[in-house]
């Protein structure tokens, strides 16, 4: 009772990073409020599942394993979900933004009657003083996200309604094994005291994934541009320039929308959010929304011809340049060094 809860993503028996990332972040406010973790595995041949969610602090793992329930479909997830929370009653329920718990969450939500934030960057715990009704709530879960087109941070709180349910993007949060011999307890449920037939009614006949074909998420090297790159040609810059380093090209989302780079190279809040060993920004103003995705990088470079761009209070250096005369610069002088 009043314990978190996260939800496990599970491709192939294999816990999706975001999960794992959860729960890491999970492990932390658990440790906080002083209450118990536990994880949720639906699918079917879990059998290693506790081997790959122990290590990160699970104190209970809830498996619902049955070959009906894999690959996801919408229902009978949701069932389990709204059933499992209706009779654990968690404090705080985690679950990834990706495309099953866009699905998911918001359908569980509903049925609770919780609420839920979406697209979270950060989590923590605190207080809340509603001053008109002289009331102090103590240890909620701040839920922190861009807000407003991304112009303000916003954090919302739900003081009343449990769970308190937010979504969280894959690499938002950093996945750290808390102990690799860590004991939990795992719990296989009887999946037709949670399920109905009529929650089968639809079945996945056949699943076509494609993989993406670069690895910018991977990349321990990331040449970024922003619109301020000036176009598609100039972009080749960048390419040249992360031939030269092993790295990745990745853009902001002003510089996909103008055509410059495929949406899969997309970083910020509406892309894919990196923590690279290096970062460099070439034409990137610096909005929030993408400063959230990629202000883990360990050090960041700007370049940029506005000395005065909010990114450059974020990096590390800072070049004040056009891309094409300071890239052709970077490219020749890191050949010499490397001779």
Do not use: W
């Not at 059933?83 to 939500?109: C, H, N, W, Y």
């Not at 919780?114 to 240890?139: F, M, P, Q, R, W």
């Amino acid at each position: 009772m009043n314990n978190l809860f996260v939800y496990c993503e599970i491709e192939d028996g294999i816990v999706a990073d975001v999960s794992l990332e959860l729960l890491t972040k999970g492990r932390s406010l658990a440790n906080t409020l002083g209450c118990k973790m536990e994880a949720v595995a639906i699918g079917h041949k879990l059998d290693s599942i506790g081997k790959q969610v122990f290590p990160y602090g699970v104190d209970v793992l809830h498996v619902f394993d049955d070959k009906r329930l894999a690959p996801y479909t919408s229902l009978p997830h949701t069932s389990i979900l709204v059933k499992l929370f209706g009779e654990e009653k968690p404090q705080i329920a985690l679950m990834g933004a990706t495309s099953i718990g866009r699905d998911l969450g918001p359908r569980v939500s509903s049925a609770l009657g919780s609420g839920l934030t979406a697209d979270c960057t950060s989590l923590e715990i605190g207080d809340h003083e509603e001053k008109k009704a002289n009331k102090v709530y103590k240890d909620l879960l701040y839920q922190i996200r861009p807000a407003f087109g991304g112009n303000i941070v916003a954090t919302i709180i739900n003081p009343d309604c449990r769970p308190q349910m937010a979504t969280v993007r894959e690499g938002v949060m950093k996945k750290e094994v808390v102990d690799a011999n860590y004991k939990g307890e795992e719990k296989k449920h009887d999946i037709s005291k949670f399920v109905s037939d009529a929650d089968f009614v639809v079945s996945v006949i056949d699943r076509q994934m494609e993989k993406s074909k670069t690895n910018i998420k991977g990349s321990p090297i990331i040449v970024a541009g922003g619109y301020g790159v000036g176009s598609k040609e100039n972009f080749q810059l960048l390419y040249d320039l992360a031939a030269v380093i092993g790295g990745e090209v990745g853009g902001s989302r002003a510089a996909v929308d103008a055509g410059y780079l495929e949406h899969e190279r997309q970083i910020g809040q509406t892309g894919v959010t990196v923590r690279p060993k290096l970062y460099i920004a070439c034409g990137i103003s610096g909005q929030i929304q993408h400063i959230a995705g990629m202000q883990e990088s360990s050090i960041i470079i700007s370049v940029n011809n506005d000395p005065n761009a909010p990114i450059n209070t974020i990096a590390d250096y800072v070049i004040t340049g056009s891309v094409e005369e300071v890239l052709p610069k970077m490219i020749k002088y890191y050949k010499q060094n490397t001779k």
